[in-house]
């Protein structure tokens, strides 16, 4: 069974301060993808990363695949109130033409102002 | 584009009673998805479907039952509602680009077992 550990399961910070989350397994994935979910609602994609050694950068967020496509770490410069919500990655792999999601068990972030 | 529609948001069943949880979407995606999600257990795949007709099971599928009589629509039955079945249920879709998929969720049905 594949699984996907994600850490820290929960992270406190104030406005501004810098944080990393990381996702790690010991399978090989095809691709990861980066999710982000608010209460209430539905986890929403932010990036995909394929490539091992990807990196790539959205506003703030920084996403990168580890070289043996075996994990990824999320880094947010800077963080904002706005930044606040559940962070999960999940781990695809394509049997056929599309994959099934493997998700973890998320990054609970809050940032104060 | 609604995107991806899940009813009823909220809903309350007795142990032994049956339900059905609706999802639609109008993307024209062929892939559907049905996910729970339990605090500190992250999203676990209930059954997926690739195409109208073609349905299967995910990591849980045990108490549940899927059809897929369209592209549209993909409902979940609860056959015999069980209070290990108190979740977050999540329907998504997807579509595949040749390289990656990107997948949509709705915003989730939370159905309370007692």
């Known amino acids: 069974t594949q699984l996907l550990e994600q850490s820290p399961q929960f992270l406190s910070i104030q406005e501004g301060e810098n944080l990393t989350v990381y996702c790690n397994s010991s399978?090989?994935?095809?691709?990861l993808q980066w999710y982000r979910q608010e209460p209430g609602e539905g986890p929403v994609l932010l990036v995909t990363?394929?490539?091992?050694?990807e990196v790539k950068k959205l506003k703030r967020l920084t996403f990168q695949f580890g070289d043996a496509r075996k994990d990824s770490s999320l880094h947010i410069t800077a963080a904002q109130p706005g930044d606040t919500g559940l962070y999960l990655c999940?781990?695809?792999?394509?049997?056929?033409?599309?994959?099934?999601?493997?998700f973890g068990k998320g990054t609970k972030l809050s940032v104060k102002p | 584009n609604a995107g991806v529609t899940q009813t009823p948001k909220f809903q309350v069943l007795k142990t032994g009673q049956s339900m059905t949880l609706q999802c639609a979407q109008d993307?024209?995606?062929?892939?559907m998805s049905w996910y729970r999600q339990d605090p500190g257990m992250g999203l676990r795949l209930i059954h997926y479907?690739?195409?109208?007709?073609?349905?299967d099971q995910g990591e849980v599928p045990n108490g549940y039952n899927v059809s897929r009589s369209t592209t549209e629509d993909f409902p979940l039955r609860l056959l015999s509602a069980a209070p290990s079945q108190t979740s977050v249920y999540f329907c998504?879709?997807?579509?595949?680009?040749?390289?990656?998929?990107?997948?949509?969720f709705g915003p989730g049905t939370r159905l309370t077992v007692l």
């Open positions: 999940a781990g695809v792999n394509y049997g056929g033409s599309q994959g099934n999601l493997i």
């Open positions: 990363v394929v490539t091992g050694g």
């Open positions: 479907s690739v195409g109208a007709g073609i349905t």
């Open positions: 399978s090989v994935f095809s691709s």
């Open positions: 993307m024209n995606h062929e892939y």
């Open positions: 998504a879709s997807s579509y595949w680009d040749g390289g990656t998929d990107t997948q949509y």
